[in-house]
């Protein structure tokens, strides 16, 4: 079993920059493809970027790319996301997700059904 912990959310202004973090436990995380996801308010939750374990190749939704990073640290179990230039936009609950039993190496899945397990959320809130 698997339990993933998000943290880092928070208060910030419009502009300004955080780093979430995503702890893993289990011993599976090194060999899943992970994803971070949000959910604003009166909204479906939807995909922002993932990262595959063996070649650490990402994709993002083309809402955050250039603006948010996904990576990992397969060492400490730790997956992260550092968001810059947020927008008010940006405001969700943000959630990580792990996928196990992947069907080739480098697969980076974008579709929230693929995976397996989920973190609590941590609520990011970027105000004008």
């Known amino acids: 079993q698997v339990q993933l912990v998000e943290s880092g959310g928070g208060l910030v202004q419009a502009g300004g920059s955080l780093r979430l973090s995503c702890a893993a436990s289990g011993r599976t995380f090194s060999r899943s493809a992970m994803g971070w996801f949000r959910q604003a308010p009166g909204k479906e939750r939807e995909f922002v970027a993932a990262?595959?374990?063996?070649?650490?190749?990402?994709d993002y939704a083309p809402s955050v790319k250039g603006r948010f990073a996904i990576s990992r640290d397969d060492a400490s179990s730790t997956l992260y996301l550092q968001m810059n230039s947020l927008k008010t936009e940006d405001t969700a609950v943000y959630y990580c997700a792990g996928k196990t039993r992947l069907p080739w190496n480098w697969y980076t899945p974008v579709t929230e059904s693929v995976y397996d397990y989920w973190g609590q959320g941590t609520q990011v809130t970027v105000s004008s």
């Open positions: 990262i595959n374990w063996h070649f650490h190749s990402t």
